[in-house]
């Protein structure tokens, strides 16, 4: 026979056996050895086991995204990366459906070193872009066995692993020598031959229940066998939920069952697949609906579980979908977790994701101890006087110098001293649900109820809450309500088009991810569900909403997404009801930066607003004129908004001023300490002026790392730089922040809405500027010269501070010994460029510079070091980060002094 004749037979014989089989790949040779030559992957795209993704494609640009699986797990020694067209990855098309790609000899197309065992091959098909995907059905990656040399067996069967209704199912064993080769169903032979190679047989699925189909080849003594096992899966049966009322979730019974519960509107069979059976799918397992308030809802009451153990379930929803629980408080991640402990992340004792489960299925764990937790005692502070540190756990510790995306929470509990030594009350976390991938800012949230393990394990995140309590120091947590990422159990139970939970085009114009549709009931529900649990279970203070623009109903666009939202407003009232039914001074703050009455309508009802004013810092710091009312509007009323908005500098979502005055500032200002100087006074001007303000982590060392690629937010790690503390420039911006943030700390009810303030400002830097805060007849000045050229007199009236009643608080570096001067309330100082000083009424500073009671020790603070008389023994200083320092050579700032027994707070000008 030619050669070329034979091949094309060859070819046509395998599509037609695939035909039959109706497998998602099928090959050449039949059976897939290591040792196999001129192998070959049929791909058909129309295959009922795949799901379709690719069917009746008409473009000839798909590629096989491909890699194998050895010791070592699945998918490695990929091939190129997951956007990369690279060509031997492309497929030539065979027929409408059918797509061929040539991969010869397996270790030579995969790059496989001789020592390693090559046991599958794993793939995933899709066009040029991405956005049409070949996969097996619920979107499962694709793999296709690879055995060893000698007698090997391959056994396909073309039924899913799940049937809901009667099915026949064609069996095919292959071995690569002739063999005895028999096929069984549960322990029953249905068919059998001598010396073949090939055995065809079908079977009628006429009832529910599980089939085990085996095949088994023998030949020159040695016998192998492959199983491949199918569950009809029947329909749930109607029966009430306890009590008549659905729960979702896991609800812990007083006889040591578990009531586990899910809504799948739409649906007609959810089975759970639990740990305690193996995760083996069983009639016994499926669960009872019931239809309540418009939706379905199914549940089932597990056996006694056992205390101090984890256990591991999913739900398979119509006997297709394979998804974790939405209310899940724990996930294990088939594809992100195999990464975490080589990166340095997640946690010792972490549950290990099963091997028995395939298919790279989102898993639940429930542990009946998960949440027992002993919280100290914590008052959250006014929201009209909070001081925010906003922080991404992955950036903030990690390997210093390096940009790794490493850092954890038990790192970061070692700098809650430093957070503190900011006069800050309360911590923002960017946000920790369960996310996609290890290394993320967070907003591609896929599990509410799950912190995600990257940043460490539950504990873990109630230890650093609970210290950050124990350090005056309230959590909030951002969260997200607009999006979700793809692996979110409800995105994928649903086609895009017909999803109740999604909306398959965003009605507004900020669309990201996967748009939820708020106005669904289940949608709602599940937004108060997880509020609840924070508050409850991790004993979180509050949240800071995410794009509150997106959360609107769907019909309620008309005047554009910027415009006034009546459906947002009550939404978030109704949101901030869930809050308070837990928590009823809790803070809720919406970061929707729309028009200000929406912002005030929000206000109304005790939310706090979100208030942008990089560009107008930026302004200030690079040394160019100001528009509108620039850095007065930190006071928000100045702004035309309602006192209680967290007005700030910077946040994850603006370029950092570090790198805007070093990039862009004029050429007065680029020198390190003018541009030292200039933060430095932007961060006391923020801090002194009365209501909510916001520090981004770092800033208060000038970070100058860029945030942005192009207009958009570079999410990627960022260097860890905790040397700049030390660093020559940078602690002057450290420690103005530290002076006014101590300040503040001091006297709380001076930056609360009963406070008066008043500033001088002008659009021009030429002006100089003045701030001052009053409240029971003491007074807090700060005095600013913006010029970038010269020295000027900064002068001030009518404020209840005087020279002799007046304490020199902070001087910017290179302010060497400010003089104040004036009387009845009018005061003057000569202020260098590019600098400022802040003075305050006498105690206010909480400084005691002062002879101890019953004591000849005296501590006062001078110009760079701390004189202690009285005393020969060594005073121990520490800085507010808490560390020891010498007490002499010191930078402006307020120290902690230890001598003969008795502690100091004293400041260093």
């Not at 035909?19 to 129309?46: F, K, M, R, W």
Request: proline share 4%; hydrophobic share 35%; aromatic share 12%.
């Amino acid at each position: 026979m030619n050669r070329k004749i034979f091949s094309l037979f060859v070819a046509l014989s395998v599509l037609c056996g695939i035909c039959a089989s109706a497998q998602i790949v099928t090959t050449i040779p039949e059976v897939l050895q290591e040792n196999s030559q001129g192998v070959v992957l049929y791909y058909h795209a129309d295959s009922p086991l795949g799901n379709n993704g690719l069917k009746d494609y008409t473009g000839d640009d798909v590629y096989a995204h491909i890699g194998v699986t050895t010791a070592t797990g699945d998918w490695e020694h990929t091939v190129a990366n997951w956007d990369v067209d690279l060509p031997k990855c492309k497929l030539s098309r065979v027929d409408a459906n059918t797509y061929a790609l040539n991969i010869g000899d397996i270790r030579t197309f995969f790059e496989v070193g001789a020592s390693e065992t090559v046991s599958r091959l794993c793939m995933v098909f899709r066009n040029s872009g991405g956005s049409r995907q070949g996969k097996a059905a619920g979107d499962k990656d694709i793999f296709v066995d690879v055995h060893q040399a000698g007698l090997a067996l391959n056994f396909e069967c073309s039924a899913p692993s799940v049937v809901t209704k009667a099915t026949r199912v064609e069996l095919k064993a292959g071995t690569t020598m002739a063999a005895d080769i028999k096929i069984s169903v549960n322990g029953s032979v249905i068919a059998s031959k001598t010396g073949v190679s090939t055995l065809s047989a079908s079977y009628d699925i006429s009832s529910e229940g599980a089939y085990e189909f085996k095949a088994t080849a023998t030949a020159d003594g040695k016998a192998i066998d492959e199983v491949y096992s199918v569950s009809w899966v029947g329909a749930s049966p109607e029966r009430e939920y306890p009590g008549g009322v659905p729960v979702q979730g896991a609800v812990d019974n007083a006889d040591g069952t578990v009531t586990f519960c899910f809504a799948a509107p739409g649906k007609t069979s959810v089975t759970i697949v639990p740990s305690w059976d193996d995760y083996k799918v069983r009639s016994e397992n499926t669960m009872f609906y019931q239809d309540y308030n418009g939706h379905r809802y199914f549940w089932i009451k597990s056996p006694k579980l056992a205390d101090a153990t984890d256990y591991i379930y999913y739900y398979l929803v119509d006997g297709t979908y394979s998804v974790g629980d939405p209310y899940a408080k724990l996930v294990l991640d088939p594809y992100s977790d195999k990464w975490l402990a080589g990166d340095g992340l997640g946690y010792e004792g972490m549950p290990e994701y099963p091997a028995e489960v395939e298919g790279n299925v989102m898993l639940a764990v429930w542990r009946r101890d998960m949440n027992k937790y002993e919280w100290s005692a914590f008052e959250i502070p006014s929201h009209d006087r909070l001081y925010i540190y906003e922080l991404l756990l992955r950036d903030f510790t990690g390997t210093e110098g390096k940009s790794l995306g490493n850092g954890t929470l038990a790192a970061a509990m070692e700098k809650i001293p430093y957070i503190k030594s900011l006069g800050v009350n309360a911590v923002e976390l960017m946000p920790i649900m369960e996310f996609n991938g290890n290394n993320s800012w967070g907003y591609n949230t896929n599990f509410y109820m799950a912190p995600d393990k990257a940043y460490g394990s539950p504990k873990e995140y109630k230890d650093f809450i609970d210290e950050c309590h124990r350090n005056g120091l309230a959590v909030i947590l951002d969260i997200v309500f607009n999006q979700t990422d793809g692996l979110a159990p409800w995105y994928q139970m649903y086609p895009a088009s017909s999803n109740p939970f999604y909306n398959a085009t965003s009605p507004h114009g900020w669309s990201v991810l996967n748009d939820l549709d708020p106005g669904y009931a289940l949608v709602e529900q599940h937004y108060k569900d997880v509020l609840q649990y924070w508050l409850r279970e991790y004993n979180v203070d509050g949240f800071r909403f995410d794009l509150v623009k997106g959360l609107g109903d769907n019909g309620s666009y008309g005047s554009g997404t910027d415009g006034f939202n009546q459906s947002r407003v009550d939404r978030m009232k109704r949101l901030h009801a869930a809050i308070r039914e837990v928590k009823p001074d809790a803070i809720h703050i919406n970061e929707l930066l729309g028009d200000n009455r929406e912002e005030n309508a929000n206000a109304e009802d005790e939310q706090i607003g979100w208030h942008n004013l990089e560009y107008n810092s930026g302004q200030f710091v690079m040394g160019w004129d100001e528009n509108n009312k620039g850095v007065s509007e930190f006071y928000a009323p100045n702004a035309g908004r309602t006192f209680c908005s967290v007005s700030y500098a910077e946040s994850h979502d603006e370029e950092r001023l570090g790198y805007k005055i070093k990039t862009y500032g004029s050429e007065d200002v680029k020198n390190g300490r003018v541009r030292a100087r200039r933060l430095a006074a932007l961060g006391a001007w923020m801090a002194l002026t009365p209501g909510p303000k916001m520090i981004w982590q770092f800033q208060e060392l000038g970070n100058d790392q860029t945030t942005k690629k192009g207009s958009d937010n570079d999410t990627s790690p960022k260097r860890v730089n905790w040397n700049a503390v030390n660093n020559e420039i940078n602690k002057h911006i450290l420690a103005s922040y530290r002076a006014a943030g101590a300040l503040r700390a001091a006297n709380e009810t001076m930056f609360g809405e009963d406070a008066s303030f008043k500033c001088s400002w002008s659009a021009s830097l030429a002006s100089p500027r003045t701030l001052c805060v009053e409240k029971d007849g003491k007074a807090i000045v700060a005095f600013f010269n913006p010029s970038t050229k010269a020295a000027q007199d900064v002068t001030v009236s009518g404020v209840a501070l005087d020279v002799s009643n007046a304490e020199l608080i902070y001087a910017c570096e290179g302010f060497a010994n400010p003089s104040l001067s004036g009387s009845g309330g009018a005061l003057r100082l000569n202020v260098p460029a590019n600098s400022f000083a802040i003075y305050a009424t006498k105690g206010l500073s909480g400084i005691d510079d002062a002879v101890a009671d019953g004591s000849n020790v005296s501590v006062v603070g001078g110009v760079g070091e701390i004189i202690v008389n009285g005393t020969d023994a060594v005073p121990a200083v520490y800085d507010m980060s808490g560390r020891r320092v010498p007490y002499a050579g010191l930078s402006a700032g307020i120290y902690v002094v230890l001598v003969d027994g008795r502690s100091y707070k004293v400041a260093v000008r």
